[in-house]
T-cell receptor
Framework: DVKVTQSSRYLVKRTGEKVFLECVQD?????MFWYRQDPGLGLRLIYF???????EKGDIPEGYSVSREKKERFSLILESASTNQTSMYLC?????????????FGAGSRLTVL | SQELEQSPQSLIVQEGKNLTINCTSS?????LYWYKQKYGEGLIFLMM?????EEKSHEKITAKLDEKKQQSSLHITASQPSHAGIYLC???????????FGTGTRLTVIP
């Protein structure tokens, strides 16, 4: 069964810590995305990548960076976590030539920053 | 900027009742996607609509896109507790290969 795997379902970090959220897909998808989900705000796009070593800013990139060293892996990095980054983080992927942007999502990583 | 407005924000229905969730855009939609999210989990793809007037059904869920391609509705017939969750509409971002989403509708089905 094809899927997107987010390595950590729940994390608790302290303000100022560096946080890595890992996402791996086994579908040979070119495109990968990081969204965050907050009550009342829905899903907001943080960063996305169309190919290895490529990255594009989404709607709310401030305070985040990403890494795409291999096609199947897309990492979200919080260089210095802050309490306003407490959120649910969702990774997704899709194939470029599919003709439609049907995203496949991971189960999510719920991050709490104290 | 492009935005999707969903209504209602939350909905509580008795099991067996029908319900409708709406998703409205101020601009023409190129592709409209419906997802369902169980509480605390990822999103599951339900249906995609691309053509004005298009309608798709899967089991007891029907999604429609109006002729102007600015509004979509998701209709559930004879709701069941398994339908409970958050329903989100997403749309193709103009000129980009990604989606933007509405704020979601939280559905509770009372047995």
């Amino acid at each position: 069964d094809v899927k997107v795997t987010q390595s950590s379902r729940y994390l608790v970090k302290r303000t100022g810590e560096k946080v890595f959220l890992e996402c791996v897909q086994d579908m040979d998808h070119e495109n990968m995305f990081w969204y965050r989900q907050d009550p009342g705000l829905g899903l907001r796009l943080i960063y996305f990548s169309y190919d290895v070593k490529m990255k594009e800013k989404g709607d709310i990139p401030e305070g985040y960076s990403v890494s795409r060293e291999k096609k199947e892996r897309f990492s979200l990095i919080l260089e210095s976590a802050s309490t306003n980054q407490t959120s649910m983080y969702l990774c997704a992927s899709t194939k470029t030539a599919s003709g439609a942007n049907v995203l496949t999502f991971g189960a999510g990583s719920r991050l709490t920053v104290l | 900027s492009q935005e999707l407005e969903q209504s209602p924000q939350s909905l509580i229905v008795q099991e067996g009742k029908n319900l409708t969730i709406n998703c409205t855009s101020s601009k023409t939609l190129y592709g409209l996607y419906w997802y369902k999210q169980k509480y605390g989990e990822g999103l599951i793809f339900l249906m995609m609509l691309q053509k004005g007037g298009e309608e798709k059904s899967h089991e007891k869920i029907t999604a429609k896109l109006d002729e102007k391609k600015q509004q979509s509705s998701l209709h559930i017939t004879a709701s069941q507790p398994s339908h409970a969750g958050i329903y989100l509409c997403g749309a193709d971002r103009s000129g980009a290969n990604n989606l933007f989403f509405g704020t979601g509708t939280r559905l509770t089905v009372i047995p």
